[in-house]
């Protein structure tokens, strides 16, 4: 069977040694179980890719697409007899077009190389995940990724124009187009960005591209001492039109790990840290409207930077998070989502939920879109913890649904979510989601088990 | 059969009294084909649709929803043997939630109503199509509405969290959410709005509101000898990062249209007139960069407004264009995008095919999004010129798909853009369109022959 799909792609595509497959097998979603591929098939053209498709269709086997592996949900691991497309090797920026602000890309290109591509040009590439550096195109479109950019310049599929797809059966499709605006057909490129594999493969992408804000970003970071004022001044800074570029919560017990992890003179009694950032043309003035707004709200102390120096060092804490939680401990970060008002109650909740099961929740994220991640921290390979923080996840997940949330903000399903889908859908919502999938993928060979 | 279908729904909502159901045959497409209904139901609740729609199905009759019939595609035109779905009457608006800048509105809520609704809290709800006063937010929806503010602020789609629908056979389901983050399954809500009630029956959507812009807007206009000055003047305005909250073009047909209607002392000479506004924080500032660009782009006027009075005096022309031509003649106005840097390039071919075929084309348009409006204008009533004007709109559709663009940018397709899908389309990717449109309406009952 093997054979018949290595005469169909170029010499070396398809992989079959144990210890070359070993790097393919998971993604970033360390608690995900990771199947045993049958092969690894490395792409490097839309037409390989119609090749690998239709071979699996013809045999009925499994695809895993796969970009940069550094997914968090699980979405990319491998599946038992399934195969993994790789396509990290398609990584050409097919055209830059500055007079229309898009770029045409493989879905290997990795998301800072975009943005040094058109950094001379005075453009820049929106969606910023924390991966932005190693994550590619491809699985940032297929997740529909988010970032810290967020809040001003929206999510992955604001910035999608377009896109080339290879349908299961090998079929090319092209979605939407190079235009701002177009109403002809139905809006494809919305429903497989966000997809996570389960519809198609993506081979290119057509991006919208935005001019480079005019000015240094300006930062402040405001301490306050009760969750409920930390919501209201995310939601005061919001209604005042007051666009921040980025406006990140680090809460109580993060604040902690990090001082532990590093001396940052923090206030380990504070209930939260908000830091926001301007890039507008009057960065200066509108910082020091959001800072007024953090005072009103409660904030005992609030720090403008004055340079851009000490803008970097004001998001040092939030950098630092990552790294003082996974030297405590194993991890386990959930992502879930709230209407901007319920971001306190959503904070209260988990901070209860964490007291019950006795576990340290550090929850840091994108308080001005009310999207956070809960991150459950437990003893090294302990795996009686790890179950009480699936279990605990699982409880954050319903609090988010209940307060008219999302159990999944910015990170995807994967495998990981899947069993918390039926908290947020009703059986008649899943059944419709699935009739997508049915209708796209009848044979259930695209990334089965992930996604809806 | 009917009187099934008067006993599952409130006394009244089953209208086949001819001179009743006359005003719900046609929108606003004259040149569209309309039929002869079997019934208009006028519905009051999500119910009201369930019963209609399960009824529809039993008996496999054509439904075309409908809101307030502003439409200019034939979308909402009755269809023989069918019924009309009127969801004017659902017009609460359930919830404004402010914290969270967020809306629920039912379908038959007018546009404007909603913006007035929400004014008293310092919010606006940005998409604008002309028809704003009289349009219906389902309409808006179910067609993704353009308008003149989605330069800055986006299409309807950009404002939609989530949807309320009735699938054909009488599900309901909840697309997206409350939040403005949601990764939790495929972008239902994207598929939903612009489908023309195509794949099912838009009961309640979850709409995004902002703050209002602090000051307000000042307007300029330019006025430019030669097409490519003018296009180039739109791409500059756009990669500087100026943000204008309206870029409207006006090309030398339409402004001699315009003087011929009302002496506005326009240069009948004048290729273009760009018409743009800013409403940012430094909206004076940002309007004396664009009138740099225009001037270093070629033009040979440029006219600053000094307050809101001359602002909208400034405007007038462009609000005069639909009085202008509607007086010269019958016309059929066009909706055609490309990519910004290739405007002049839609512009020039249009004027070619205009003089081909002897017929002025007067157009206008959201020049910021690439996105036009030729108006073909010809003499009431004159039967071969109207085939003449449909000959030719199908040229300038070809010649903007030829551009990389698209046959429609904010109209939709209607009944009478489907003939030239397939300029856009490869059989596969509408094939793609299909099976959308199959797993959604296996039977095909929902406002079949349009769109897709």
Redo the contacts between chains.
């Keep these: 069977m093997l054979d018949e799909l290595r005469a169909a792609l170029p010499a070396g595509a398809v992989l079959t040694d144990p210890d070359l497959m070993a790097g393919y097998r998971a993604d970033e979603a360390k608690l995900a179980v990771s199947g045993a591929p049958l092969a690894v098939v490395t792409v490097g053209s839309t037409a390989d890719v119609v090749s690998t498709l239709r071979w699996a269709t013809a045999h009925r086997v499994p695809v895993v697409p796969r970009g940069a592996g550094t997914g968090v949900c699980g979405g990319a691991a491998a599946i038992d007899g399934g195969i993994v497309l790789s396509l990290a090797g398609m990584r050409r920026i097919r055209e830059i077009?500055?007079?229309?602000?898009?770029a045409v890309v493989e879905p290997g290109v990795i998301n800072a190389d975009l943005g040094r591509a058109v950094a001379g040009e005075?453009?820049f590439y929106p969606p910023d995940p924390s991966s932005f550096e190693i994550s590619t195109l491809g699985g940032n479109v297929a997740?529909?990724a988010?970032g810290l950019r967020?809040v001003k310049y929206g999510?992955t599929?604001?910035s999608v124009l377009g896109l080339e797809v290879v349908?299961a059966d090998g079929?090319?499709?092209?979605?939407g187009?190079?235009?701002?605006?177009?109403?002809?057909?139905?809006?494809?490129t919305?429903?497989f960005?966000?997809?996570e594999g389960t519809?198609g493969v993506i081979t290119a992408a057509i991006l919208r591209l935005?001019?480079?804000?005019?000015t240094e970003p300006v930062t402040f970071v405001a301490s306050f001492p009760k969750l409920p004022g930390a919501g209201a001044a995310v939601?005061a800074i919001?209604?005042?039109?007051l666009a921040p570029s980025l406006l990140e919560l680090i809460d109580n017990a993060s604040i902690n790990f990090i001082e532990d992890y590093r001396r940052m003179d923090l206030d380990r009694n504070a209930a939260a840290l908000l830091i926001g950032q301007s890039d507008?043309?009057?960065a200066a003035?509108?910082v020091a409207a959001m800072a007024r707004q953090c005072e009103a709200a409660g904030a005992d102390l609030v720090v403008v930077a004055s340079d851009a120096t000490e803008s970097e060092a004001l998001l040092e804490a939030r950098r630092l998070h990552h790294w003082a939680v996974t030297a405590a401990g194993d991890v386990l970060t959930d992502d879930v989502?709230?209407?901007?008002?319920?971001l306190a109650e959503l904070l209260t909740g988990i901070e209860r939920i964490g007291a019950e099961y006795g576990m340290p929740i550090a929850t840091v994220g994108?308080a001005g879109?009310?999207?956070l991640h809960p991150t459950f921290v437990f003893p090294h390979g302990d795996e009686a913890a790890r179950q009480t923080a699936l279990t605990a996840a699982g409880d954050v997940c319903r609090l988010a649904v209940e307060l008219?949330?999302?159990?999944?903000?910015?990170?995807?399903?994967g495998s990981m979510?899947r069993e918390w889908?039926a908290e947020?859908?009703?059986a008649?919502?899943y059944?419709?989601?699935r009739?997508?999938?049915?209708?796209?993928d009848p044979l259930g060979i695209l990334n089965p088990g992930r996604?809806?």
């Design positions: 077009a500055v007079a229309d602000l898009t005075g453009l997740t529909n988010g967020c999510v599929r604001d349908l079929r090319v499709i092209q979605t187009g190079r235009t701002v605006k177009n109403v002809a057909g139905y809006d494809l919305g429903l960005v966000g997809s519809l935005r001019p480079k804000p005019p939601s919001i209604q005042a039109g507008s043309a009057r003035e509108d989502g709230v209407p901007r008002g319920r994108h879109d009310g999207n008219g949330g999302t159990i999944a903000g910015e990170h995807g399903i979510k889908l947020q859908f009703d008649d919502t059944a419709a989601h009739m997508v999938k049915q209708a796209f996604g809806i």
